[in-house]
């Protein structure tokens, strides 16, 4: 079930065009800029997008010129595991595993998962109590096991919300998802 959900939210997903992206994008951004958590933290892991996500980019940049700290992940293909490293400058970056920017070997600046105030997560379809359904490699499951305390935000188009996803109970929730359309609290 899992796996079908994933592959029709995903072909909807890459069907859209890029001003569309760009566009809900931007209100994604305003309601997470708009949030309590987010003005509070100093320190936030972003998720750098690709392949048609709720586009980080702008967020990211406007966390530089707001003085706060930006975290991004580097994927470990051996171990399917997530190095944490500090941000400073666009121009660290370069394509890497999956081809998804992260940043160079010379550029990493690692930095334990458990100083993030806010974490940024991606996902492929999220539900309303924050369960999600990522790109099935787990990656970010393996994260977030390790830091269960840390603030998480799930990014999504409204189109990637549904009404239940199966989950378990060792999965992690995010507390909020935030779309074009709404800020969703998942928080119990």
């Known amino acids: 079930m899992k796996n079908e959900l994933r592959q029709q939210i995903l072909s909807i997903r890459t069907a859209l065009e890029s001003g569309e992206v760009i566009k809900k994008s931007l209100r994604v951004k305003h309601y997470l800029f708009s949030t309590q958590e987010y003005q509070a933290a100093q320190i936030i892991l972003f998720y750098i997008s690709y392949d048609n996500e709720v586009?980080?980019?702008p967020m990211i940049q406007a966390c530089f010129k707001e003085g706060k700290r930006v975290v991004v992940p580097t994927s470990?293909?051996?171990?399917t595991t997530l190095t944490l490293s500090e941000l400073r400058s666009w121009d660290d970056l370069a394509p890497g595993a999956y081809s998804i920017l992260e940043p160079r070997a010379e550029s990493v600046r690692e930095i334990p998962a458990s100083s993030i105030d806010?974490?940024?997560i991606p996902g492929v379809v999220f539900d309303l109590e924050g369960n999600?359904?990522?790109?099935?490699?787990?990656y970010y499951d393996r994260l977030l096991k390790t830091v269960d305390h840390v603030t998480r935000f799930g990014l999504a188009f409204e189109f990637q919300i549904i009404e239940r996803i199966p989950a378990e109970k060792h999965d992690i929730r995010m507390q909020k998802i935030i779309?074009?359309?709404?800020?969703?609290?998942?928080?119990?």
Request: glycine share 12%.
């Open 76 to 79: 470990n293909v051996h171990e």
């Open 118 to 120: 806010l974490m940024i």
């Open 179 to 188: 779309t074009e359309d709404r800020i969703i609290n998942c928080s119990p």
């Open 55 to 57: 586009n980080t980019h």
């Open 132 to 138: 999600r359904i990522g790109h099935g490699m787990g």
